[in-house]
């Protein structure tokens, strides 16, 4: 892939710099100024342009509307209803799966809808989105990797490039063409719920992925050969909110969200991403979806955005006024698709009186449609509408699996380790596992998983951390689990598990991220029998756990592993070296939050980038 400086960005980037002063020069410096890699060649994008300009003159009102509609297909009225009102995209909001939820039925009802579709008069293909924030979560059997937590931890883009890349075949495999990831977050409050979802706490982290991501998902750039559309998300500042709450104000001048929320989005539209989904949040006051100047000057003009802008789930509803106002003020904000989800006559019937009274311009329609246009174009969905069948038999696959077991041994930060008690030798005689999180998968998978929230117990196919210390070990022991820890004397060593529980988004968000009675109760039943005691802390960010760090020989964050809970035995033996490094700084105490690292007083208790190894 050609990658080129343009005397335009050049240009641009000399009045960024005039007007944001020094902290910007190190941003461009870092984010550079690559032509945006949306096509292949250029000739490739002059034909999709070329194609977009001739369709685009062949469709009604009705079509175009169509066209920016998305539902979520389970208030689909009428499968038909796809052809009457022509819409353009369809997702699944975490758990809206088909009634059978295996890999077949989800390609047979994406195919389904897609018929319908290519029914109609201009047979414009559906984009069908889904949230495959880590592995494609909603169906049951596919490959759940670690949430972006412990992958920025690993701080190795390429494992991160190649999980999206296994992630997009087991989407493609599911008849799905968009997933609305990678989740570029900069997590400034770890109380925030949505913490695991971004890689970490610095817009370093975020760039070193974002991009990585994004071509994972897409291929180094958008075309025929991408299996699956990318979604970068939630533009912007969705993780600068005050006191982390979920869907909340980030306030802070325009340099800092320059300098700390913006530049994973300079390096998606670098590498091509075709969507981005506009944050809940609101900067200073202002709701995302209203933001014209951010939506459209920043990051359609500045950035040289091409692709299209999708809202979140009925984030429209949330703007000011009644539905009318609500979605002029959207569109006319630089909103090309919005995420209705359910009531979608009401959608079009209102932007058809918006465009007929004028209050929303004919150019602003075009403007959308062509951006969603170019984007199903530059992808040859109108060629290859029905993703490849042949990936639906790779989901959950052996080779697969292996990539998220990667991912989980290299996510690890090892946090402690007292005489060295770690690795344990594989030959002991008598291991006890102890805590809530040691044979739980739905647990170690977190939010996101099957179904929006995840829930605990055997949600899916995986091996949970204590089945993988048991595959790990020799035959001649004992590995021996005991939920609260008792009965462990004598033992040999003590390794609990203990953490969160799932959640998602909100429903995340905390007030006191101490450990439950039970996590501690655990802990101190091992110490008490006066074994060494391993403590793997499962959770979807930093906890406090000065008091368990105590009582631990040796401590290590396993975060949000997934479905591979090999991987954590692959580092407690020695399989593999512990080479994860924190991705936030981890507190001491609840009031020392938030604690990020460049703050002028930073006195941690780890700080961001710690890591043992042995
Ligand atoms: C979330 C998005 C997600 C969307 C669709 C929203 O609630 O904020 O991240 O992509 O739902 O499921």
């Known amino acids: 892939m050609k990658k080129r400086k343009t005397a335009a960005m050049m240009n641009l980037n000399l009045k960024l710099i005039m007007k944001l002063g020094l902290t ?37 009102l ?37 009634e059978m939820n295996t890999p077949s039925s989800w390609a047979e009802m994406c195919d389904g809808y897609q018929s319908y579709a290519l029914s109609t008069r201009l047979k414009i293909p559906l984009l069908y989105g889904i949230d495959a924030v880590h592995g494609n979560n909603n169906v049951k059997g ?35 063409n968009w997933a609305f990831a990678p989740c570029i977050a900069v997590a400034r409050d770890i109380r925030w719920g949505r913490t695991y979802e971004s890689f970490g706490e610095t817009p370093e982290l975020q760039v070193e992925m974002a991009g990585a991501a994004v071509r994972g998902f897409q291929g180094d750039s958008l075309s025929g050969h991408s299996l699956v559309l990318a979604c970068a998300k939630h533009f912007v500042g969705d993780g600068g909110t005050t006191g982390g709450k979920d869907q909340g104000n980030t306030v802070c001048d325009e340099a800092t969200l320059r300098k700390i929320h913006l530049p994973g989005y300079v390096e998606a539209v670098r590498d091509g991403v075709g969507s981005i989904m506009v944050s809940y949040s ?6 995302m979806s209203a933001n014209k100047y951010l939506l459209t000057d920043v990051l359609k003009g500045e950035l040289g955005f091409k692709g299209f802008l999708v809202s979140d ?67 040859g969905i109108f060629e290859h509408p029905y993703p490849d069948s042949s990936w639906t038999a790779t989901v959950g696959s052996p080779a697969h699996r292996e990539v998220a077991r990667a991912c989980v041994r290299e996510s690890l930060v090892l946090l402690k380790n007292k005489g060295r008690v770690l690795p344990l030798k594989k030959n002991l005689r008598r291991i006890v596992v102890a805590g809530k999180n040691a044979d739980d998968l739905g647990n170690q998978c977190g939010g996101w998983t ?50 969160e529980t799932p959640y998602a988004e909100g429903a995340g968000d905390r007030t006191d991220l101490s450990l439950s009675d039970e996590d501690m109760a655990a802990i101190n039943n ?17 906890m406090i756990i000065t008091k368990a760090l105590k009582e631990a020989n040796a401590f290590v964050a396993a975060w949000l592993p997934g479905s591979e ?47 043992l190894t042995y």
């Open 62 to 98: 009705a079509e175009k509307i169509g066209q920016m509609t998305q539902i979520d297909r389970k208030y689909l009225k009428s499968d038909s209803d796809i052809a009457k009102y022509y819409l353009g995209s369809l997702l699944s909001g975490g758990g809206s799966s088909p």
């Open 282 to 287: 609101s900067w200073n006051g202002l709701k």
């Open 142 to 176: 596919a490959v759940i990797f670690p949430h972006n937590i412990g992958l920025g931890c690993t701080r190795d883009s390429a494992l991160v490039e190649k999980a999206e890349r296994v992630t997009a075949e087991e989407v493609a495999g599911t008849g799905i």
């Open 450 to 499: 099957i179904s929006w929230q995840g829930s605990s117990g055997d949600i899916t196919t995986g091996t949970t951390i204590l089945q993988g210390i048991k595959d790990a070990v020799s035959k001649e022991t004992d590995v021996i689990y005991s939920r609260d820890g008792s009965g462990a004397k004598g033992a040999d060593v003590g390794i609990v598990v203990v953490g």
């Open 313 to 379: 789930y009925a984030a429209v509803d949330q703007l000011q006024g009644d539905y009318s106002e609500e979605v002029k003020t959207a569109i006319n904000a630089g909103l090309d698709m919005i995420m209705v989800p359910e009531h979608y006559r009401r959608f079009i019937s209102t932007l058809t009186g918006l465009v007929n009274d004028g209050k929303v311009p004919m150019s602003r329609i075009d403007d959308a449609v062509r951006r969603i246009l170019r984007v199903k174009f530059a992808m």
């Open 526 to 542: 091992l110490k008490r029998a006066g074994i060494p005691v391993v403590v793997i802390l499962v959770s979807g960010r930093p």
């Open 565 to 611: 809970g090999e991987g954590v035995a692959d580092v407690l033996f020695g399989d593999y070296k512990p080479s994860g490094k924190l991705s936030h700084s981890w507190p001491k105490s609840m009031s020392q939050i938030p604690v990020n690292y460049g703050d002028t007083k930073y006195h941690p208790l780890f700080p961001y980038g710690f890591g």
């Open 24 to 60: 910007s020069i190190v941003i461009l410096i870092i984010t550079g100024t690559r032509h945006p890699a949306f096509a292949a060649t250029p000739s490739d994008s002059a034909k999709v342009e070329q194609e977009v300009d001739s369709l685009l003159s062949r469709m009604t």
